[in-house]
């Protein structure tokens, strides 16, 4: 590795101002009724009947179980990746890629987050990163390889000073590589995976990350040369190949809506996948209040839609005000303005049907 230069439980939180209210955790203990519909006279439908409630009935509860779909889903398949973790505006943020290996941001160390051999910290909020001591840990305690940790340039003291305090105390040794990588930086993950920062724009210091996939193109210099030719040349030290970097995954963490309009963020705009905080949904809280605290609102992303290219994104971050319903509505109104795939990172959330 080298620096280049150019289950969770939920209830009990506490009421942390100026966190959002505490969030509301499913709970599914009875099966679903499956109502048959039977031919009626029209004499049938009137006022007190029971007829239209039963309508009612058979609707909230077909709501319901594409409500409790959502929430037994554990991870989103888009593009080749799957998405999975958590992300409640306030509470916690860990989104984790499988295939990457990575963990973006740690919120309080999910279970499967102990398996990614890299996190990337966007942020020094605790709901984003309050669980790395226990993710090192907890590596260690599985014998684990000492994972990497990659932090904002401003915070690495501050996390190794974290992490000598926990050493005293614990009296353990908690190995891992600690890389501050700036905006404009590129670390290599492997040979075919390099990460780059861009700005972001939350209340504290903060960056985004774009995980790119290296691929290597013939330079056109050798493109008329054959087979052995080239290989005659490789095999001299010859650099006969560039290095062509293919945006794959971007995430954002926390961040007001003005990297939509930053040249620097394009290649995170042009993800394959984008991950993106969405805090606020609706009218009840408006999009200065949003920006007030570093966050985006949904009807910013409409706004700045014709900046997305990516083929598929991830909304994130929801307050805990929102049930999973008004995040379908939410992710309907930006499907319509996007050719882009809209999902929604909804575990932890509650369906008003529950």
């Not at 499913?26 to 049938?44: E, G, L, Q, R, Y």
């Not at 992490?163 to 590129?186: K, S, W, Y």
Request: contains cysteine; proline residues 5%.
């Amino acid at each position: 590795m080298q620096l280049i230069s150019p289950q969770i439980t939920i209830s009990n939180l506490p009421n942390l101002s100026p966190f959002h209210l505490p969030i509301r955790r499913p709970h599914f203990s009875f099966p679903i009724p499956h109502n048959k519909c039977s031919p009626v006279t029209a004499s049938a439908v009137v006022k007190g009947s029971g007829f239209l409630s039963a309508i009612g009935r058979t609707m909230e509860e077909e709501e319901y179980r594409k409500a409790r779909a959502e929430v037994n889903r554990k991870g989103l398949g888009l593009e080749g990746y799957s998405i999975e973790g958590l992300s409640i505006g306030g509470h916690e943020t860990c989104v984790i890629v499988p295939e990457l290996k990575s963990a973006f941001d740690v919120g309080r160390c999910p279970s499967r987050a102990v398996q990614q051999n890299f996190v990337f910290i966007t942020h020094a909020h605790l709901d984003h990163i309050g669980g790395l001591p226990m993710y090192v840990a907890t590596r260690g305690l599985y014998s684990l390889r000492p994972p990497t940790v990659v932090v904002p340039p401003c915070i690495k003291e501050d996390v190794e000073r974290l992490f000598d305090i926990h050493r005293a105390m614990g009296q353990v040794e908690l190995n891992f590589d600690l890389i501050a990588l700036d905006v404009g930086e590129t670390y290599e993950m492997r040979n075919d995976l390099v990460v780059r920062p861009f700005k972001t724009h939350h209340v504290i210091p903060s960056q985004g990350y774009v995980i790119y996939s290296v691929r290597k193109k013939l330079k056109k210099q050798y493109m008329h040369l054959k087979g052995k030719q080239i290989e005659k040349l490789k095999k001299s030290g010859v650099e006969i190949t560039d290095a062509i970097l293919c945006p794959e995954v971007a995430f954002t963490g926390d961040t007001m809506s003005d990297f939509f309009l930053d040249p620097r963020s394009a290649d995170a705009l042009r993800a394959k996948v984008l991950i993106t905080e969405a805090t606020f949904l609706d009218e009840s809280v408006s999009v200065e209040h949003a920006r007030e605290h570093g966050h985006t609102h949904l009807f910013e992303i409409i706004e700045h839609a014709q900046w997305i290219r990516n083929k598929a994104i991830v909304l994130t971050h929801f307050s805990s005000r929102y049930d999973i319903e008004d995040i379908r509505q939410a992710q309907s109104k930006l499907q319509s303005k996007v050719s882009a795939k809209v999902v929604a990172l909804t575990e932890g959330f509650k369906s008003k049907y529950s």
